[in-house]
């Protein structure tokens, strides 16, 4: 996924920063945008994306031509590789876990 670029500010945007950041911290009116101090309904761990590891990995052509084919959109065959890889070792933990129970 390729990151946007924001466009650059224009002078009065600049200077306007430039004005506010000489404030000082009382003299800013932030009625509009109150903390928030309670965090009782928090999710911990909702935004939580594991870490991604760039690696070359070689695939049977028929596999990766599947995950092209039944993927909306090209870009989503890695994810849904990514997917099944994960289905399958939760699937494997989940039965070393039984066996080991037993």
């Given at each position: 996924?390729?990151?946007?670029?924001?466009?650059?500010?224009?002078?009065?945007?600049?200077?306007?920063?430039?004005?506010v950041?000489?404030?000082a911290?009382?003299?800013?009116?932030?009625?509009?945008a109150?903390?928030?101090?309670?965090?009782?309904?928090?999710?911990?761990?909702?935004?939580?994306?594991?870490?991604?590891?760039?690696?070359?990995?070689?695939?049977?052509?028929?596999?990766?031509?599947?995950?092209?084919?039944?993927?909306?959109?090209?870009?989503?065959?890695?994810?849904?590789?990514?997917?099944?890889?994960?289905?399958?070792?939760?699937?494997?933990?989940?039965?070393?876990?039984?066996?080991?129970?037993?």
């Amino acid at each position: 996924m390729k990151k946007k670029t924001s466009r650059s500010l224009t002078r009065e945007q600049l200077a306007e920063l430039k004005a506010v950041a000489a404030l000082a911290d009382s003299a800013i009116d932030t009625s509009d945008a109150p903390e928030v101090a309670d965090w009782s309904d928090a999710k911990r761990g909702l935004f939580y994306r594991p870490v991604k590891k760039q690696i070359t990995l070689r695939l049977d052509a028929d596999l990766v031509s599947w995950f092209k084919s039944h993927t909306k959109s090209v870009k989503g065959y890695q994810t849904r590789i990514n997917e099944a890889l994960r289905e399958y070792v939760q699937w494997k933990e989940k039965g070393t876990r039984r066996r080991a129970s037993s």
